[in-house]
């Protein structure tokens, strides 16, 4: 939750924005920017300049898919404990199903899959960049479905960043092309103990064609990076 709320800080989604989760799991980064744009929009009490219908409109902006049925479900369960009347919240395949590709969003944040299911990935023909790995299919995605100044805050493994296949490189090219900002380097061990995978920290900003690319290596996160993940002092994240 940590990383969630720090994106979500940095691309700082608003209330009129339209806003994705293409893998949404248990639907954390959309109850989070809910909490954010609620926060945004508070006088006295949480959310207080908010009128009912903007309410209204900021849940139904609020888009995620997953292709896992039962966790469709607890991120609907999810949904209705936080008080969403009616989540927008679709069991859908985003890699291999085009039913949604012509939907366009203002910010997209995600923590894709980074391993294929068992079977592989069929991917459909709509992608830009050819590759059967979810997390080169899943940013490829990311960066086709942004709105021409959309923004994005993505968790890859870090093989992004540095590996030298075909479409790895046909990757990065694109993301420079396509308003990459920022770089976040984590340390090993902070998705303790679910994977052990090094990861880095995406911002896109599409609106910022940037000549500059801001590289942060990450040493701390505030917690112990072992299985147990206890709370400690040093915390670079501020």
Same mark, same amino acid.
């Given at each position: ?6 994106? =979500? ?10 806003? #994705? ?16 744009? &609620? ?32 966790? /469709? ?7 209705? $404990? ?12 985003? $890699? /291999? ?11 997209? #944040? ?14 459909? /023909?709509?992608? @830009? ?7 080169? #299919? ?15 805050? =993505? ?19 694109? &993301? ?12 090993? @061990? ?9 990861? /880095? ?38």
């Amino acid at each position: 939750k940590v990383f969630i709320d720090f994106i =979500i800080q940095i691309v700082n989604p608003q209330k009129n924005e339209t806003i #994705l989760d293409p893998a949404c799991g248990t639907s954390g980064f959309l109850i989070s920017t809910y909490k954010h744009i &609620l926060t945004q929009n508070t006088q006295a009490r949480i959310g207080d300049k908010l009128n009912a219908s903007e309410r209204k409109q900021i849940g139904e902006n609020l888009v995620g898919y997953d292709i896992d049925p039962s966790m /469709s479900r607890i991120s609907l369960v999810n949904m209705y $404990l936080h008080n969403f009347a009616s989540p927008n919240i679709s069991e859908y395949d985003t $890699l /291999s199903s085009e039913d949604k590709w012509n939907e366009y969003f203002d910010v997209i #944040l995600a923590n894709p899959p980074f391993f294929s299911p068992s079977g592989g990935i069929k991917p459909h /023909s709509r992608f @830009g960049i050819k590759s059967t790995r979810a997390e080169v #299919l899943f940013v490829d995605y990311i960066i086709e479905h942004l709105k021409p100044d959309g923004r994005a805050g =993505i968790i890859v493994p870090e093989g992004i960043i540095f590996q030298t296949g075909k479409a790895y490189v046909e990757l990065r090219k694109k &993301l420079v092309e396509n308003g990459l900002v920022g770089v976040i380097s984590l340390p090993s @061990g902070v998705f303790n103990p679910y994977s052990g995978v090094k990861t /880095s920290i995406l911002i896109i900003d599409k609106a910022k064609n940037a000549n500059d690319l801001f590289y942060a290596d990450i040493q701390n996160d505030g917690y112990s990076l072992g299985a147990q993940r206890n709370k400690i002092e040093e915390n670079d994240l501020p």
